[in-house]
Structures are given as structure tokens and as C-alpha cells.
């Protein structure tokens, strides 16, 4: 497994090829249904981030995160059916580049909505830190619930 950047080529190839989890979550709060436009979105973003590649070099994972407004990010990732060959080594990189950097002085918020069924993601996104905040009933266009996990990192008081 290696991580590489993301590039358009690697983030289209995840999204054409991913898990049917991640589809049903991705397409449920989008306008458009192809993969490619997702792929589109992530390169206009220009987010932190990196894609996993398999030992063949195949890219698997896509993870990212984007500021939203100063200080507060949007998380991401998605994966082909591939993903329990790179899980260990993207856990481990999201461990020691994304979350220092959500905690650090730069973000005091990070967050990621995860479709309620999803529970590989909600069980992933907890070993990762991240705390289940709150319940979004027909958040997804078909009426789909979401969770909201985040890392938090309030500012230190000033006296």
C-alpha cells in the first residue's frame, strides 16, 4: 500500500469503482448521481488529502478534508471494495497526518455527515476520535438519516 495525492485521474477511479455503502451515502445529498462529478467537486475543492493505493497500484481510497468557513473542516473519504487492503495503512495516515492537523491550532472543528446504515464508516470514524454529535432525519434527498461525527478542538481561554 502507498499513499499518493490526489489527483483527478485516482479520485475518479475510487468514485466509479466504489463500495455500494459509500455510493448509497455519497449520492443521497447530491444533485447528480455520476461518478465523475464527485471526482470533479474534490479536484475543484483542492482539499488536504490523499488517495490509497493497492499493492498493484490500483487507487482504493480517497480521503480528504476541505475548510468549510476559518477554522471548521469537512471530512471525507470513500473506498472500493478493495478497502480492507489498504484500511490498516489509511487508519495509521489519517492517525498521524489528518487528525494532528484537526487538532492543531489551525482547526478547531472537524466534521463529516455518515449515513445512518453505514455502520463500517460510524465504527471507523469512532476508533479515529471522532464523537457522534447529533441525528439528521431526512437529511438524504430520499429521505435518508445522517449522523454528524466530529473531532473538536476549542480554543484555549484567554483570560
Known sequence: MR???LTFDRVKHVAV???AKDREEIFA???SEDPE????TIDTLKPIGFVALADDDEPVCVLGAYEMWPKVMSVFMFATDRWKEVSIGTTKAV???LI???LSEKVMRAE???LSTHDDAHRWLESLGASKESEHPYYGKNGETFFTYSWTNPPAKTN
Open 95 to 97: 492517525k498521524r497526518m
Open 17 to 19: 469503482n466504489m463500495r
Open 37 to 40: 462529478v464527485v471526482a470533479e
Open 3 to 5: 499513499i499518493v495525492e
Open 100 to 102: 494532528p492537523y484537526a
Open 112 to 114: 463529516c455527515k455518515s
Open 29 to 31: 445529498t447530491r444533485w
